[in-house]
């Protein structure tokens, strides 16, 4: 993969490599797109949280909850 960036970029990456918290470039890319992964993940999570609470009040799970939610995870239903 390769690409193109502003030299202050550039400048700016060699900058960080060189004062010896990355071992190179790659590495330094590899940390920014793991941490934009991380923030996604984390993203999501606070989705599915703000859609669970605007869903209203919860109630217990029956035995055909039990039993469905089984077989979603065996992904004999979608």
């Known amino acids: 993969m390769s690409f193109a960036l502003p030299e202050a970029m550039r400048e700016y990456i ?3 490599v060189s004062t010896g ?4 470039t ?8 793991r941490r934009d992964q ?3 993940a ?3 999570l606070r989705d599915l949280v703000e859609e669970g609470l605007a869903s ?9 909850d039990d039993k469905e939610l089984l077989a ?3 992904g004999e239903i979608d």
């Open 56 to 64: 209203g009040p919860g109630h217990s799970r029956t035995k055909a």
């Open 26 to 33: 790659s590495e330094y890319i590899r940390d920014l797109v």
């Open 21 to 24: 918290h990355y071992g190179n």
């Open 42 to 44: 984390k993203k999501r």
């Open 38 to 40: 991380e923030e996604q």
């Open 14 to 16: 060699d900058a960080r």
């Open 72 to 74: 979603i995870a065996r």
